[in-house]
């Protein structure tokens, strides 16, 4: 069963942090690409970070600098540190592989306040 579990998402000040977590399954997981994307608020998802298994990393122009991904293979978890959050960056967030496949999870509401 394929699943995807975005948590971590909440209310934040501009400059201040979060750390999203995905929990995938296995099936989804192991040997893809992994990859966080956003939706803001009548616009269309877009790509925010992606990491390798071997920890090759890609950043979006938008979130260099101040996003960091990571995952934990043994658990089938991807994460996503933001620092130095700005208002932009107000969105619902999800995770899946890169390139996504059609299955998308809930994702989870992350509001940056000015």
């Known amino acids: 069963q394929v699943q995807l579990v975005e948590s971590g998402g909440g209310l934040v000040q501009a400059g201040g942090s979060l750390r999203l977590s995905c929990a995938a399954s296995?099936?989804?997981?192991?040997?893809?690409?992994m990859g966080w994307y956003r939706q803001a608020p009548g616009k269309q998802r877009e790509f925010v970070a992606t990491?390798?298994?071997?920890?090759?990393?890609t950043y979006a122009d938008s979130v260099k600098g101040r996003f960091t991904i990571s995952r934990d293979n043994a658990r089938n978890t991807v994460y996503l540190q933001m620092n130095s959050l700005k208002p932009e960056d107000t969105a619902v967030y999800y995770c899946?592989?890169?390139?996504?496949?059609?299955?998308w999870g809930k994702g989870t509401l992350v509001t940056v306040s000015s």
């Open positions: 296995g099936s989804i997981f192991s040997g893809n690409v």
């Open positions: 899946n592989t890169w390139p996504p496949r059609d299955y």
């Open positions: 990491i390798i298994g071997g920890g090759a990393l």
